[in-house]
């Protein structure tokens, strides 16, 4: 069951790139700026409330 919620963890983050970011997000001036708690990646907040990776491939 941990091993079906980590796939569908990773699917989340690397395939349609939708995050959890943790409880601790920083505002650089422009963005909230934040790290995804499952892959780690820095992610930033979009106007509609939405968390991207920036460093999407
Ligand atoms: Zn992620």
């Known amino acids: 069951m ?3 919620r980590k796939k569908i963890r ?10 959890k970011p943790i409880p601790t997000s920083t505002f650089d001036g422009v963005n ?3 790290r ?3 892959c780690n990646k ?3 907040k ?5 968390w991207f990776s920036i460093n999407r491939r």
């Open 10 to 19: 990773e699917f989340k983050c690397n395939t349609l790139d939708w995050h």
């Open 32 to 34: 909230l700026k934040s």
């Open 42 to 44: 820095v992610i930033l």
């Open 46 to 50: 979009d106007s509609q409330g939405n």
């Open 36 to 38: 995804c708690r499952y």
């Open 2 to 4: 941990n091993k079906l």
